[in-house]
């Protein structure tokens, strides 16, 4: 795989996949609407690459939609009026879930990482010896 | 029960005038008893109108700012962010040095001599001045000093194309090399664009503080007077006007414009709904 391709897949996929369980977790801890989602997203630890703008509206439009969150028009006090997201029982349920997936997931990845640290020891054990 | 009058009047940045198009299209057959007028205008220039006297119900502009700055709470009780976009480079068929350019290169190809390209007015258009800051921005980002001189100097005189609508259609033409433009009109137009790097772009609401470093001085409605207005992501919002005869029809208005098939039309158009 080319280098170029190698960073491409590694910043994207891991973003698509995971960046509703981002959102779902976020809107748990409070209602945020869009920007200040997309700025939280991006000081997150956990974050897995760049989040962009149309990314993110384009996941919370598909969330509510799907009745994992619901949104309101919300007039600003002393700003522009946007749209408030909050999260639904349905996206409790949904975040439960991605937390059950990626849990499995570091396991198989630890598994993984386990195996191919065992091979990497014998194939330098055979080259040396 | 709806109001009165009977014509409902728009004035919007000129670069909704699809969107604004498309969705009188099908809200008016809800209300034919209604007619409707829209003017596209640069959208500093759209809201020194009101404050100029001219009547409207509804004021949708390519920047939020503009509303606080100018509108609110006088003119304009609340206002509404319905779409976000970003500032790339367009170009057409035939424009010089296209197939070479990049998201890197952009400023050596644009300040060679032979290379004709051109902004939007910034004391009237937002993309214009968001144009300024993308250059100042990109001097920082590509640690170039200087750069935005050069390219001011370089570009076409600025008040040459009052808002991106017309900077579009002589991008479209032929008569110009480069534009920058709002994703969403080159997108409209079917023009050929290299997206800028989002760290100067103007689209992410994570790198706003880094936006923030952009400054432009624009004509005040003061005559004489300018004001700073500092680099953020951009917003497009729109508001009811407080002396709108027809509020509950422009209410109406933009519940569709901010619901489920007046996001369909902004995304159509090459915006994100917000």
Redesign the interface.
Known sequence: MKEDLLSKSELTIPIERSIQAELLLLLGQRPSHGYELIQRLNEADYKSGEADAATVYRNLRRMDKDGLIKSHWEIGESGPGRRLYELTLQGEESLKVWAKYLAQQKTNLEIFLQAYFRFEKSLSERQGG | MLDSDNTLRIIHAGALERVVQKCLEHFSKQYPEYSFEFTAVGSREGAKRLLLGEEYDIIALAD?AL??ELLVPVLVE????FA?DQIVLSYNCSSKGSRKITPENWPEILLKPQIRFARSNHHLDPCGYRTLMVWQLAEIFFAKPGLCSALEAAAIPYFTYPKSLDLAAALSKGQIDYAFLYSSQAKQLGLPYIALP?KINL????Y?NFYDQAVVSVDSITPGENVIIHGR?I?F?VGIAKASKLPVLAKLFINFL?DLEG?SILEECGF???
């Open positions: 939020q509303f606080a609340s206002y509404f962010v976000a989002a689209s992410n609401p994570a706003a992501p917003e919002a901010m996001n994100i709904p917000c």
